[in-house]
């Protein structure tokens, strides 16, 4: 026990008390006011509101996309760094603390609260659409080179720099929460850069920025879900799309989640995750069996090595001199769409891999999870793309016209076609209750200070609130005002990660673990 308290001690980082409720009631109020009126300002004038959308989007992807390029590409660097560090054997909790889940348990809810609803809805749609245009001026379209280029460019918006975002944020929260004894809050992991008692309105601010950022990018997330469960529903079983459909399917998730999230973190959510992974698995085993099995794998594996080969280059993309701006309508939206819900999944993360060494906890959200995704686009997106380029179909004119119809168009070309398309839109569905039920559990838990086990009333209160967000954003002005919010959060949210960065860097230098002991005494007899 004594070697436990001393790897957890620190001179500056003593465990802290929750704060008062005053400043965890202020975050509560000013966040949730912030996030009402913008939802009751797209009720009220949705066109003033789809024009402002559009003029925050092109300001920002137009003036900062640089600053996103750069900040993932980093991220992933020093994650890499980290878990090849002699520090990667540091653990989120005391040196003798055990993880809490099982392996599978684990990914399966790092999979389903992370990229599950975006991944649907873009696993066909993405893959089809650079097929059709091609990311590079005057590059090949609808060939077999536009055929390649768009499986790479796939996998490299799903792979490492996506979850690195997500790593940095839960290795900070989680560092500080879990090995340090803190508050879960992402102003607490920032002590180390500033200081135990650093200026309490920053605090605030901090605080309000993660729960509003965190928000606004799980309704883009949920919007995008519902406005593929809208499309897929009319597709398949011709049931008119539009504002109802998308209000009932908003209102009856939001009762659903509510609903898990009242049987906690180890039973609702646990058992969502492991039902998604299966519903996943079994789509991509459908699909991999009736569709071109040979040509998927093949896909799959020159897919993997284009995405190695341009990893860097892809990182570091952007078109000054052209003034194209493809980059900043994929890869720009991307990276700010998951900024934003970062500290809800880097809180989440941070929750369920308690007990994990850095090293494994690097390895696991880097590998596994984009491994799964390149299954998921190989096998879905590559037999759109096998189907469009031999077989004559016009799945990838379909996307052009609605992303929303990408996946159901595939399921036409397939066996059991009603059937699928249940199943998928059933997937969509727990997908997006996982999410939802996850992002109330962690805002909760950062507005009132109890990041362990927040009140269930507030957890409700927040569900109300996400889902009335989704219903105005999507209304107001669909995928528009969405990517708009995303950037709007994502901008600002970017200098925390860089900031938790810093902080968590300079106390793992002064980790007193076993393995910085060793380096220093190897140091010390290449001295002598």
Do not use: C
């Not at 991220?75 to 653990?91: E, T």
């Not at 993880?99 to 684990?106: I, L, M, Q, T, V």
């Amino acid at each position: 026990m004594k070697k436990e308290n001393l790897a957890n001690d620190s001179d500056d980082e003593i465990p802290k008390k929750p704060e008062k409720n005053s400043r965890l009631g202020l975050v509560f109020w000013v966040s949730a006011s912030v996030i009402l009126f913008a939802a009751i300002l797209a009720i009220i004038i949705p066109d003033r509101f789809q024009i402002a959308s559009e003029s925050v989007y092109g300001w920002i992807s137009n003036y900062f996309s640089w600053f996103f390029m750069i900040a993932v590409f980093g991220f992933g660097v020093f994650l890499i760094f980290l878990a090849l560090s002699p520090y990667g054997r540091v653990k989120l909790g005391g040196d003798q603390s055990k993880p809490e889940f099982s392996f599978r348990s684990w990914i399966g809810m790092l999979f389903s609260a992370g990229l599950g609803v975006g991944l649907v809805f873009f696993g066909v749609a993405e893959p089809m659409s650079h097929y059709m245009i091609s990311p590079f001026t005057g590059g090949p379209i609808e060939n077999e080179d536009a055929a390649r280029m768009a499986m790479g460019y796939s996998f490299f918006h799903w792979g490492i720099s996506q979850w690195s975002i997500f790593g940095v944020a839960g290795l900070a929260i989680g560092y500080s929460q879990y090995r340090k004894q803190k508050n879960g809050l992402v102003s607490t992991s920032l002590e180390p850069l500033f200081g135990t008692e650093y200026n309490r309105k920053a605090r605030k601010a901090i605080d309000i920025l993660a729960v509003i950022a965190t928000v606004t990018g799980m309704a883009t997330s949920v919007g995008l879900g519902i406005m593929q469960m809208d499309g897929g529903l009319n597709i398949a079983y011709g049931i008119p799309s539009g504002a109802l459909t998308q209000i009932i399917l908003t209102a009856v998730m939001t009762g659903l989640f509510i609903l898990s999230t009242t049987t906690g973190l180890k039973r609702g959510i646990k058992w969502l995750s492991n039902l998604n992974m299966i519903l996943a698995a079994v789509i991509t085993i459908f699909v991999m069996a009736m569709g071109p099995f040979t040509f998927i794998m093949e896909s799959i594996i020159v897919g993997l090595g284009d995405y190695i080969s341009n990893y860097v280059g892809y990182s570091l993309r952007m078109q000054p001199y052209s003034g194209e701006v493809w980059v900043q309508e994929w890869t720009v939206f991307y990276w700010a769409w998951v900024i934003a819900w970062s500290p809800f999944i880097g809180s989440f993360v941070a929750r369920v891999s308690k007990g994990r060494t850095i090293r494994e906890y690097v390895m696991g959200i880097l590998i596994v999870p984009p491994i799964l995704s390149f299954l998921w686009i190989g096998a879905l997106g590559g037999t759109a793309i096998y189907s469009d380029l031999f077989n004559g179909t016009n799945i990838g004119g379909l996307v052009l016209e609605d992303d929303t119809a990408a996946l159901f168009a595939l399921f036409d070309q397939l066996p059991l076609t009603e059937l699928f398309s249940a199943l998928a839109i059933l997937l969509i569905f727990t997908f997006l209750v996982t999410s939802a039920d996850s992002a109330t559990f962690i805002v909760a838990g950062m507005t009132s200070g109890n990041t362990e086990n927040p009140g269930m009333r507030l957890k409700i209160i927040w569900g109300v609130l996400l889902g009335l967000l989704t219903v105005t954003l999507i209304i107001a002005g669909g995928l528009t005002s969405l990517q708009a919010a995303s950037l709007l959060a994502g901008l600002p949210f970017g200098v925390i990660l860089i900031l938790m960065i810093v902080a968590v860097s300079k106390s793992l230098r002064r980790e007193p673990n076993d393995s910085m002991k060793r380096r220093q005494k190897k140091g010390k007899r290449k001295n002598v």
